[in-house]
C-alpha cells in the first residue's frame, strides 16, 4: 500500500505542477472567469463521484451550508480566479514559482486571525525568507519590458492570501463538525459551481474547442485531473503516508511547473529566478518542519 501511495504522491505533485501550463494556454482563448468555471466544472464531477461511491453525502450535512458556501469563496472561486488572471500576466514559470508561497500566506493569515500561532525564531527567518523570493520574483526595481507584471504578481498573491483565509476559516469553524475530507470538499464545490455560474459571462467561452490542446488541457488537465482526481489521491495518500508527507507534495509543483515550462515551451528561466524559488521552498521548509498545517486527513491544505 504505501508503494502505491508513493507514486500517487508523485503523480499528484506532476499534476499540480503542470496546472500552469493549462491555464496558459487557455487564457488564450478564454477570460479567466471561464478558466474558473470549466475548472470548477469539471473537476466537481468525479470528485462527485467518488463521494457518492463512498456515502459521504448526507442530507443533515447541508444545516452547515454558509460555511460551505464561505470555503467555496475562499477556497475555490476567488483562489482560482486570481491564479487564473496571474497566470495569463505572467510567464507560466514565474506563476509556478510564486505559487511555492501560499504556506507563507497561510501562516500569517493564521498568525492575525487564529492568534494561536507564535512566532518563533524558525518561524520568522521562514517567513522572511519566504517573502524575500517573492520580492526577487516581482523585481520591482526592474522596469519596461524586461520587468515583470507587477499586477499578476499582485493576483497570485490575492489567490494565495484567499486560500490562506480559506485554512483559517476550516480550522476555525469546520475543525469539529466531524465532516470528512471528501464531504467537505464535495460540498465546497458544488457551491463554487453554483457562484462561479452566475458571476461568468459565458460570451466566448466556446472559443475553447478552437484548440484541442487548450481544450483537453482544461477539461481534463484542469478540470478532471488538476482539481477533481487531484483531490482524491491527496486524500488517498494522507492514511499510509501521513499528512506531513502528504502536505510535502505542495514542493512538488514549483518545481515541476518550471521544469515544463523550460522544457516544452521554453520559456527563458534565469539563475535569479532559481534562487528566489530555493529562498520561497526553504521559508516554507522552516515553517512546516516545525507546525503541521493538516491533521486527521481534513482539509487544511490547499492545491494550486
Sequence with gaps: MQRIAYIAFAALGIIWGSNFLFVKWASALISPAQIAFLRI????????????????????????????????????????????????????????????????????????????????????????????????????????????????VLYMALGSLSLGGSFVYARKFLSDLNLSAVALSTYQMAFALLVVAVVTDFDGIFRITEDTKSMVGVVAGLGMLGTGVAFILYYFIVN????????????????????????????????????????????????????????????????S
Design 41 to 152: 466544472f469539471f473537476g466537481f464531477l468525479p470528485m462527485l463521484g467518488y463521494a457518492v461511491i463512498r456515502k459521504e453525502i448526507k442530507l443533515s450535512h447541508f444545516c452547515y451550508w454558509p460555511h460551505f458556501l464561505v470555503m467555496s469563496l475562499l477556497a475555490a472561486v476567488l483562489y482560482y480566479y486570481a491564479f487564473a488572471v496571474g497566470i495569463s500576466l505572467l510567464l507560466s514559470s514565474v506563476a509556478g514559482m510564486l505559487s511555492g508561497s501560499i504556506p507563507l500566506f497561510a501562516f500569517v493569515m493564521t498568525l492575525i486571525f487564529l492568534r494561536d500561532e507564535t512566532v518563533s525564531f524558525q518561524k520568522g527567518v521562514g517567513v522572511a525568507l519566504g517573502f524575500l523570493g517573492v520580492f526577487m520574483i516581482a523585481r520591482p526595481w526592474v522596469g519596461g519590458i524586461d520587468g515583470v507584471n507587477v499586477e499578476g
Design 240 to 303: 499510509p503516508l501521513g499528512a506531513v508527507t502528504a502536505s510535502a507534495a505542495t514542493y512538488i509543483p514549483p518545481v515541476v511547473a518550471l521544469i515544463i515550462v523550460y522544457f516544452v515551451i521554453h520559456e527563458p528561466v534565469t539563475s535569479l529566478d532559481l534562487v528566489a524559488m530555493g529562498l520561497i521552498l526553504s521559508g516554507v521548509y522552516l515553517l512546516q518542519s516545525e507546525k503541521q498545517w493538516i491533521s486527521g486527513g481534513r482539509l487544511i491544505k490547499g492545491h
